[in-house]
């Protein structure tokens, strides 16, 4: 397996999956998968495409070329919240859960951020019940701030959803 981030030609193959995880575990996400169904390939692209310092999308790859897992950290726009970037987009396959490909993306995502200017701070929101997604964030040293109780809906039920955060040491 290796890591890279994703640039405007894997748009395809990372469509897929996104999708993919949409319709898997619709109450792990904010977004939707007929939303998302519906964005053109030039908006998929402009999602993947990697800005310095800004965001990038991450991507993890078997042996066999395959695109398996997925990231994406995105900076914070405005002055006042700019020492922040936010984790999300954060799904892998099924046949390819338990091989640590979820902790390398995010291991990747904190590597990067620790080189952008400013970037004090990662934070995420992660599905309160999702035990092992929040044991994995809590080893890599994400602490839980707060709960958002009732924070998605989806088909009648509500999903809470925990905050958690990581300060970067930087010098």
């Not at 996104?18 to 908006?43: C, H, I, K, Q, V």
């Not at 310092?53 to 006042?80: H, Y």
């Not at 046949?95 to 291991?107: S, V």
Request: proline share 4%; with cysteine; hydrophobic share 40%.
């Amino acid at each position: 397996m290796f890591i890279r981030v994703l640039q405007e030609e894997d748009a395809a193959v990372y469509q897929e999956l996104r999708l993919m995880g949409l319709r898997l575990n619709p109450e792990a996400f904010g977004s939707d998968y007929d939303r998302e169904a519906g964005f053109s390939p030039d908006t998929v692209k402009e999602r993947l495409r990697p800005l310095d310092n800004q965001r990038a999308t991450v991507g993890a790859f078997g042996a066999d070329g395959r695109l398996w897992g997925i990231a994406a950290a995105i900076r914070m726009g405005n002055l006042k919240e700019s020492h922040k970037a936010d984790i999300c987009r954060v799904f892998v396959h099924p046949e390819a859960r338990g091989e640590g490909m979820a902790r390398q993306l995010i291991a990747e995502l904190i590597r990067l951020a620790q080189g952008w200017p400013g970037v004090e701070q990662l934070r995420l929101m992660v599905n309160a019940s999702n035990a092992p997604a929040r044991r994995l964030y809590q080893s890599l040293g994400f602490r839980v701030y707060g709960t958002e109780r009732e924070s998605l809906k989806w088909n009648g039920v509500y999903y809470d959803e925990d905050l958690m955060t990581l300060r970067l040491n930087k010098e």
